[in-house]
C-alpha cells in the first residue's frame, strides 16, 4: 500500500512521502524506485541489501538509498518499527545546494549513519512533525512539508557530512599502495594478534593517515574489514568440515561468545545453522536438496542482487526462474556462503548473445 501511494504521489509531481514501517517480518523482495529514500531504524533488527553490500542495521541506523538503486530488505523480528522517508529529484537538488561536496549516490557518505542520540531525538520529532503535516494539509498551497523535509535531511547529514567532507585531503596513490600492504598483512596474519602498531609500521603512515586512507579505499574501517575477513574464512574453514569452535580459533577468536555474535552480525545467521546446512549433503534424509546448493546458508544475497528478479527463495533456499535468467552468473559473484544458486548445467546451456 505505501509503495501504491508513493508511485501516485510522485507520478503526480509531489516531493515527499514518509510513512512507519512495522508488524511485519520476512524478507521483502528486490526492487527499485524513481525517487530518493532514507530508513532510519527505531526498534527491532533488519539488514539491508543495496550496491553489492549486507547492511545490518541497529536502533538509530540511518541508511539512504539513491534513486534506481536496486535494494532489497530482510527484517528479523516482530517488533522492527522503522521511519522510510522518500523524496523527490527536487528536493535532493536542493540538499546538495546545502552541501556542495555530497554525491547524489551518497557514495562519499558511510553506508550507515549512526546518529547522536540527542540529534536522532531530535530528527524523530522532526518526522512525526511531517508525519503529522503530510496527513492534514496536503492541498495546501503552503509548502511546509517540503521545508521540513530538506530540515530532516539536513539533520541527517550535517555531522558526517562536517567530519567526513569538508576539508578532507584526497589519499596519495602512496597512501593507496599502503592500504594494499595493509591487506596483504592482514590477509597473512588473521589467526594472529593484529595489532595497530604493527599495521602502522606496515604502511609507514601515521595512525590517523592510515584509519582515513583505509576507509575510503575499503569502505570500511580498520577493526571491521579485520572482523569480516575473520568471519569468512572461518566459513570457509567449516565447509571444509572443522568444528565452530576450532574455526573460531583458527581465525584468531579466542572468545567463542565474540565470535558468535561477530558471525551472525556479519552473516545474518549463527554459526551452528551454517554447520548444520553445511552438513546436509552427508545426510540422507535431504535427498531433495541439489548438490549445488550444498553450501548454501540462507544469505539471500543472490536473490538481492539479481537484477531479472529471476530468482525467489522457497524454504530458504534459491529457486531460478530459468525463462527470466540471462545467465549473468552475477549471483555467483556476489554469494558469501560459496554455494552456486544457479545449477550448473543451466549455465553450461546459456544462450550466445543476439547481435543487436
Known amino acids: 500500500m505505501n509503495n501504491l501511494n508513493r508511485q501516485l504521489l510522485f507520478a503526480n509531481k509531489q516531493n515527499y512521502h514518509i510513512y512507519i514501517g512495522e508488524r511485519y517480518t520476512g524478507k521483502v523482495d528486490a526492487h527499485y524506485h524513481s525517487f530518493y529514500h532514507c530508513t532510519l531504524l527505531l526498534n527491532g533488527d533488519l539488514s539491508y ?56 549516490d551518497f557514495s562519499n557518505l558511510p553506508p550507515i549513519i549512526h546518529m547522536a542520540r540527542h540529534e536522532r531525538e531530535r530528527l524523530v520529532h522532526l518526522l512525526y512533525c511531517l508525519m503529522d503535516e503530510q496527513n492534514t494539509s496536503a492541498d495546501s498551497p503552503f509548502q511546509i512539508g517540503n521545508m521540513l523535509v530538506i530540515s530532516a535531511l539536513q539533520l541527517m547529514v550535517r555531522d558526517v557530512y562536517t567530519t567526513q567532507l569538508l576539508d578532507r585531503k584526497q589519499p596519495s596513490e602512496s597512501n593507496y599502495s599502503a592500504v594494499i600492504s595493509c591487506i596483504r598483512y592482514i590477509e597473512q596474519h588473521l589467526a594472529d594478534d593484529i595489532g595497530t602498531k604493527d599495521l602502522v609500521k606496515v604502511a609507514a603512515l601515521s595512525q590517523s ?29 567449516l565447509r571444509e568440515g572443522m568444528s565452530i569452535a576450532d574455526a573460531a580459533a583458527a581465525v584468531g577468536f579466542q572468545d567463542f561468545s565474540t565470535y558468535y555474535r561477530n558471525f551472525v552480525k556479519c552473516m545474518g545467521v549463527s554459526p551452528s545453522e551454517v554447520a548444520k546446512r553445511l552438513n546436509r549433503s552427508l545426510s540422507k534424509s535431504s535427498p531433495d536438496v541439489p548438490s549445488h546448493l550444498n553450501a548454501c546458508i540462507g544469505c539471500i544475497l543472490c536473490s538481492a542482487a539479481c537484477k531479472q ?28 556462503c560459496g554455494c552456486i544458486p544457479v545449477d550448473p548445467a543451466l549455465l553450461q546451456s546459456a544462450p550466445e548473445p543476439s547481435e543487436q
Open 309 to 336: 528478479k529471476a530468482i525467489s527463495l522457497v524454504d530458504k533456499y534459491p529457486v531460478v526462474d530459468t525463462e527470466k535468467c540471462i545467465r549473468c552468473g552475477e549471483c555467483i559473484g556476489i554469494c558469501v
Open 49 to 104: 541489501f543495496q550496491q553489492d553490500q549486507m547492511l545490518r542495521m541497529r536502533p538509530g541506523d540511518l541508511l539512504f538509498t539513491p534513486i534506481y538503486c536496486n535494494h532489497s530488505l530482510y527484517i528479523f523480528s516482530p517488533d522492527t518499527s522503522y521511519f522510510c522517508l522518500s523524496f523527490s529529484a527536487e528536493m535532493m537538488d536542493e540538499l546538495v545546494a546545502c552541501f556542495p561536496k555530497l554525491k547524489k
Open 209 to 237: 593517515s592510515l584509519y582515513n586512507a583505509f576507509k575510503l579505499h575499503t569502505g570500511m574501517p580498520v577493526r571491521q574489514y579485520i572482523t569480516q575477513r575473520r568471519i569468512q574464512q572461518s566459513l570457509r574453514l
